[in-house]
């Protein structure tokens, strides 16, 4: 098999690329295993020789101690079961509205549709931190503050997700759209009948993305739910940073923890994945 030049350089580049990409996760993954020492050793120790050797003979006794210390001193398991929570409620919501506002806008004809949602797309140009203190304000006067309210429900509609839907389903076929009408159908009904089931590849594109973003959402819980009993992972691991000294071997075995579950999801739903970033291309 010959290899052209062009074909080597783009190869160089690619591995060069995914190799900067993996050293960190490499990096993270030996430093959850480290001694507190180890982690400021100079020059740099890649292995965690401390926690594999014990009076010079091999030993895994102390492999699991990062893990043991951030399970006990984090209250991890409750902030991991807040975050698959909130990811789950926030991601199956808004598969729900977002693809019924998407239908909406498709598919039905009212006065105004253009308009407002053109006004809706507006909404993507506005930063998020603009709407922070509002935000508060609104959420406070509903006394949802330090509530898993507060981290759900404002999350249940995206416009974003409304847009990626509505230029998916502009795509389906509308004749079998008006055959389900003319056999007395109703828009409820081709909606859940006809539309949702060919849109699995975009509604599990949608669930994806919409599900790392929660999962890792860090600046909306930091500020909307500062009480332990609903702090999510991304605010837990934040408060191992000390003000003098980070224990980074904590700080690393929690992130891998919190980054585990994601990794296993990206490796299950990859095909999706892949599909949903070559779906976000398509125009209406």
């Not at 580049?13 to 100079?42: K, Y």
Request: hydrophobic share 55%; charged share 10%.
């Amino acid at each position: 098999m010959k290899f052209s030049a062009g074909t080597i350089s783009i190869t160089v580049v690619l591995v060069f690329g995914s190799v900067i990409m993996l050293v960190p996760f490499l990096w993270m993954f030996l430093t959850s295993f480290q001694t507190f020492g180890e982690t400021f050793a100079m020059p740099i120790q890649w292995l965690p020789r401390d926690l594999f050797f014990e009076n010079g003979s091999f030993t895994l006794s102390n492999m699991f101690e990062n893990f043991e210390e951030v399970l006990t001193r984090m209250n991890f398991l409750r902030f991991f079961s807040n975050t698959v929570f909130v990811t789950v409620v926030v991601t199956f919501m808004q598969l729900l509205f977002c693809s019924m506002a998407a239908y909406a806008f498709a598919r039905i004809e009212f006065p105004g549709r253009n308009i407002i949602f053109m006004v809706l797309l507006s909404m993507l140009m506005i930063p998020t931190q603009m709407t922070l203190i509002p935000s508060f304000i609104l959420l406070s006067n509903f006394g949802w503050i330090n509530t898993l309210y507060a981290l759900t429900i404002p999350h249940f509609f995206s416009v974003w997700g409304t847009f990626f839907l509505r230029q998916f389903f502009l795509t389906i076929p509308k004749d079998l759209e008006e055959a389900a009408i003319i056999d007395g159908a109703s828009h409820l009904r081709v909606y859940a009948q006809i539309c949702i089931p060919l849109s699995k590849a975009a509604l599990s594109a949608l669930a994806i993305f919409t599900g790392l973003w929660a999962w890792n959402v860090f600046l909306w819980p930091l500020i909307m739910a500062n009480r332990q009993s609903v702090r999510v992972l991304s605010v837990g691991i934040a408060t191992l940073l000390g003000q003098h000294v980070t224990r980074n071997n904590w700080l690393m075995a929690a992130s891998l923890l919190a980054t585990a579950p994601m990794v296993v999801i990206f490796i299950i739903f990859q095909k999706q994945f892949v599909e949903g970033i070559a779906i976000t291309g398509i125009k209406g």
